[in-house]
């Protein structure tokens, strides 16, 4: 089992960038191939971003693609979401998620076996 929490949203201005992070308390955090999704008011959560559990896989959006980066760091249990280029339409709660099941990375939210509680990012135009 492994607990999640993101850190970093906050209020940027269009243009501007943020750095999510997500540590991961428990075991084995190596083992869990990681993902961002994001939900804005109204909206089904969507996938953003993934990255595979050695880190030499990733996946995005198209809509970050170019904009985005993931990444992780197994020695310190953190998995990171650089956003550069952002705009209104990135504004969103935005969660960290694990997954333990068989593949390099996954987009779809039902693969995700645990999730933090999420850290808003807020875009003014």
């Known amino acids: 089992q492994v607990q999640l929490a993101e850190s970093g949203g906050g209020l940027v201005q269009a243009g501007g960038s943020l750095r999510l992070s997500c540590a991961a308390s428990?075991?084995?955090?190596?083992?869990?191939?990681m993902g961002w999704f994001r939900q804005a008011p109204g909206k089904e959560r969507e996938f953003v971003a993934a990255i595979s559990r050695g880190g030499s896989t990733t996946a995005y959006a198209d809509l970050v693609k170019g904009r985005f980066t993931i990444s992780r760091d197994n020695a310190k249990n953190m998995v990171y979401l650089q956003m550069n280029s952002l705009k209104p339409e990135d504004m969103a709660v935005y969660y960290c998620?694990?997954?333990?099941?068989?593949?390099?990375?996954?987009?779809?939210?039902?693969?995700?076996?645990?999730w933090g509680q999420g850290t808003q990012v807020t875009v003014s135009s």
């Open positions: 998620a694990a997954r333990s099941g068989p593949g390099l990375v996954a987009r779809t939210p039902i693969g995700y076996n645990y």
């Open positions: 428990g075991r084995a955090f190596s083992s869990y191939a």
